[in-house]
């Protein structure tokens, strides 16, 4: 058993160290390619998050509490790759044999589970099309509603800045079969059907692969242990003000409460024991439940965007928040250790939230809710039954 955790531990270092030659990073992309193929936009970001005054920093979970720091994001960039590949279940972009990270969101494991034998042999596999200008959103989380809006949807700014300089717009690669939100939320974008395939192939070429920067601060310890992967906030509020700019939020009648409680009744983990006990305390308070699979994309950005306080288990639902008003508060229902996050933290922090969160009793993957800890957070904010 303890020959299984060396391996588990050593075996990634061993691959990364073994791919490290046949990678490029995002400076690596940059110094290669001619420099009328990189186009800069926007401003350097710098970034400094903190913990909100009411939260005791002892207690702060480690996971959290080593994300309180600046950061200095850079500019973003969109680059233009000519005579590429993609290739394998999550389209890896390789060109002049190398690995492009930012077509896997720049992390390492994600490139792990990206079909590298494919990769690495791509020789042997026969090219099934050869296509002109494409940008490809495809990864191994891109069907995740989180990673979509932050690691994918953000891009499309770049694309926009791409079209600017007289490039013709590319053919967007999305995942097979994308769900009701994903077509959605491109079409407030300007992307319909005809805009994208659905990549469902093993290895193509590309004349020209149009990359957008991931709109992150990406830092991999030196042990390999701990990533650290930043949010940029102008990328946030672009992609709210796109989306934005595209419903006419005047028009929908206003919600009876601004007080909302999501709810995970529907999903397999991070429920809620003492969900109607909970529910029935913050129904006190104004507070109505609302289960996010049953709304359309457009209707969950009108709910957030008249909110007030949410309240919350962990979960992709939580990234309506960048839907938000300025000063909302969120309150975020934690539960197992290992669905101890700072997604949300540091996405509130970045869009001007007051963040809280509070740690549950937990039973495997589900939670239960201390009514007394939750009403004392929400006490701070005015908010009594």
Known sequence: MQLQSVFKS?????????????????KKLIFSLPHDAVWEFGEDEVVKINLHPHIEQSAVPEVIDRYCRSYHLGKAFVCEVQNAELVGRNAVGVTQGHILMETVVGRWFVLEKSDLPKVLFRQVLPIEDEL???????????RNYFHWMTECLTRLEGLEVYQDKGNPKPKLMVNTRPSAWQVESLGLLGYQPEDWIEWQMDRVKVKNLVIPSIRRYQELSSAGAKFTDVMSPAACQ???KRIFASLNLEQHQIQPSKRVFISRARATSRRIFNEAEVMQHLAACGFRSYILEEMTFSEQVKLFAETEIVVAPHGAGLTNIMFCPEKTVVVELFGPPHYIRPDYFQLAHNLGLQYEYLLCIYQEYDLQVDINSLSQILRRYGVAS
Do not use: E
């Open 10 to 26: 050593y075996f990634p270092r061993l691959v990364r160290l073994f791919l490290k030659p046949l990678v490029w990073g995002r």
């Open 132 to 142: 002109d200008t494409v940008c490809s959103l495809v990864n191994d989380w891109s």
């Open 238 to 240: 672009w992609l709210r």
